[in-house]
């Protein structure tokens, strides 16, 4: 089953601020998400419902799934030293529309 992928606007512009290798790299990731939206070493947060984080090297790109569209949002990818503190400050029942 093929999901949907949606991409927060703020994702897409942290990608563009990223070396165009890690953003390859990034994109890469995300785009397999469509095929398989809990590949291993996927890891569910606690935090959230719904809510996972994949590794790709440094990096980490979190996101939630909606399994009543088949859509997986990404709704942040950064670098592990700050996505943590940027994931606190979104709301992210507002963003997958779960309120």
Known sequence: MRYLLRIHARVEDDLAH??????????????T?????????AVRLSAEPAT???????????YAIIEQ???????????????????????IRQITGSE
């Open 18 to 31: 990223l070396h165009s290798d890690i953003q390859r790299r990034l994109l890469a990731a995300i785009h």
């Open 52 to 62: 996972y984080r994949i590794r790709v090297g440094d990096y980490r790109i979190i």
């Open 69 to 91: 569209q088949l859509v997986v949002l990404i709704i942040a990818a950064g670098h592990r030293s700050d996505i943590y503190k940027r994931l606190r400050r979104l709301n």
């Open 33 to 41: 998400l469509s095929e398989n939206p809990r590949p291993a070493g």
